[in-house]
Protein backbone atom coordinates (compact mmCIF):
# COMPACT_ATOMS: atom_id res chain seq x y z
CA UNK A 1 0.00 0.00 0.00
CA UNK A 2 1.27 3.63 -0.86
CA UNK A 3 1.72 5.83 2.17
CA UNK A 4 0.14 8.89 0.11
CA UNK A 5 -2.97 6.56 -0.72
CA UNK A 6 -3.66 6.33 3.32
CA UNK A 7 -6.95 7.07 4.91
CA UNK A 8 -9.13 6.75 7.65
CA UNK A 9 -12.01 4.05 7.90
CA UNK A 10 -15.18 5.15 9.22
CA UNK A 11 -14.35 3.93 12.54
CA UNK A 12 -11.05 5.61 13.13
CA UNK A 13 -12.44 8.83 12.02
CA UNK A 14 -15.20 7.76 14.54
CA UNK A 15 -12.48 7.52 17.52
CA UNK A 16 -10.88 10.62 16.56
CA UNK A 17 -14.04 12.31 16.69
CA UNK A 18 -14.76 11.16 20.23
CA UNK A 19 -10.80 11.69 21.40
CA UNK A 20 -11.67 15.59 20.06
CA UNK A 21 -14.46 15.94 22.13
CA UNK A 22 -12.53 14.42 25.07
CA UNK A 23 -9.81 16.72 24.62
CA UNK A 24 -12.13 19.72 24.17
CA UNK A 25 -14.68 18.63 27.32
CA UNK A 26 -13.48 21.09 29.58
CA UNK A 27 -13.39 23.91 27.01
CA UNK A 28 -16.50 22.83 25.76
CA UNK A 29 -18.41 22.33 29.01
CA UNK A 30 -17.59 26.35 29.99
CA UNK A 31 -18.80 27.43 26.32
CA UNK A 32 -21.96 24.91 25.01
CA UNK A 33 -25.40 26.12 26.30
CA UNK A 34 -26.71 22.16 25.63
CA UNK A 35 -30.34 23.55 25.45
CA UNK A 36 -29.49 25.93 22.31
CA UNK A 37 -29.14 22.14 20.96
CA UNK A 38 -32.01 20.13 21.88
CA UNK A 39 -34.38 20.78 18.76
CA UNK A 40 -31.71 20.20 16.34
CA UNK A 41 -30.15 16.71 17.98
CA UNK A 42 -33.56 15.83 18.40
CA UNK A 43 -34.47 16.41 15.12
CA UNK A 44 -31.59 14.73 13.66
CA UNK A 45 -32.28 11.33 15.97
CA UNK A 46 -29.17 11.94 18.24
CA UNK A 47 -30.97 12.73 21.58
CA UNK A 48 -34.60 11.50 22.55
CA UNK A 49 -36.55 13.15 24.76
CA UNK A 50 -35.56 11.07 27.70
CA UNK A 51 -31.90 12.05 27.04
CA UNK A 52 -32.77 16.14 26.93
CA UNK A 53 -34.98 15.31 29.91
CA UNK A 54 -31.32 13.85 31.31
CA UNK A 55 -29.60 16.72 30.87
CA UNK A 56 -31.81 19.17 31.70
CA UNK A 57 -31.76 18.08 35.43
CA UNK A 58 -28.40 18.66 35.64
CA UNK A 59 -27.56 21.42 38.18
CA UNK A 60 -25.12 23.59 36.52
CA UNK A 61 -24.88 24.41 32.49
CA UNK A 62 -21.28 23.09 32.88
CA UNK A 63 -22.99 19.89 34.20
CA UNK A 64 -25.65 20.07 31.36
CA UNK A 65 -23.09 20.55 28.58
CA UNK A 66 -20.74 17.62 29.75
CA UNK A 67 -24.15 15.32 29.88
CA UNK A 68 -25.04 16.41 26.46
CA UNK A 69 -20.80 15.51 25.44
CA UNK A 70 -21.56 12.28 27.35
CA UNK A 71 -24.42 11.80 24.69
CA UNK A 72 -22.33 13.07 21.69
CA UNK A 73 -19.66 10.52 22.20
CA UNK A 74 -22.10 7.83 21.94
CA UNK A 75 -23.37 8.39 18.68
CA UNK A 76 -20.77 8.26 15.93
CA UNK A 77 -22.77 11.64 14.43
CA UNK A 78 -22.85 13.05 17.58
CA UNK A 79 -20.04 15.38 16.95
CA UNK A 80 -20.97 16.32 13.39
CA UNK A 81 -24.69 16.85 14.11
CA UNK A 82 -23.53 19.13 16.91
CA UNK A 83 -21.24 21.43 14.39
CA UNK A 84 -24.42 21.85 12.28
CA UNK A 85 -26.17 23.03 15.36
CA UNK A 86 -23.77 25.51 16.43
CA UNK A 87 -23.74 26.31 12.40
CA UNK A 88 -27.45 27.12 12.74
CA UNK A 89 -27.16 28.93 15.85
CA UNK A 90 -24.82 31.56 14.18
CA UNK A 91 -23.33 32.68 18.31
CA UNK A 92 -20.49 30.76 18.72
CA UNK A 93 -18.72 29.88 15.39
CA UNK A 94 -15.73 30.06 17.19
CA UNK A 95 -16.07 26.92 18.82
CA UNK A 96 -16.78 25.35 15.13
CA UNK A 97 -13.22 26.58 14.29
CA UNK A 98 -11.88 25.08 17.51
CA UNK A 99 -13.34 21.66 17.19
CA UNK A 100 -12.34 21.57 13.39
CA UNK A 101 -8.84 22.17 14.61
CA UNK A 102 -8.53 19.92 17.00
CA UNK A 103 -10.26 16.92 14.43
CA UNK A 104 -7.99 17.87 11.81
CA UNK A 105 -4.93 17.57 14.20
CA UNK A 106 -5.85 13.85 15.56
CA UNK A 107 -6.67 12.96 11.94
CA UNK A 108 -3.47 13.56 11.02
CA UNK A 109 -1.76 11.94 14.06
CA UNK A 110 -3.40 8.63 13.20
CA UNK A 111 -3.03 8.93 10.02
CA UNK A 112 0.88 9.59 10.52
CA UNK A 113 0.21 6.47 12.96
CA UNK A 114 -0.74 4.11 9.89
CA UNK A 115 2.12 5.25 7.96
CA UNK A 116 4.15 4.33 10.51
CA UNK A 117 2.60 1.39 10.64
CA UNK A 118 2.35 0.44 6.78
CA UNK A 119 6.25 0.75 5.80
Avoid at 44 to 67: F, P, V, W
Avoid at 100 to 107: G, H, I
Amino acid sequence: MEPTALSLTEEDLTEVKKDALENLRVYLCEKIIAERHFDHLRAKKILSREDTEEISCRTSSRKRAGKLLDYLQENPKGLDTLVESIRREKTQNFLIQKITDEVLKLRNIKLEHLKGKAS
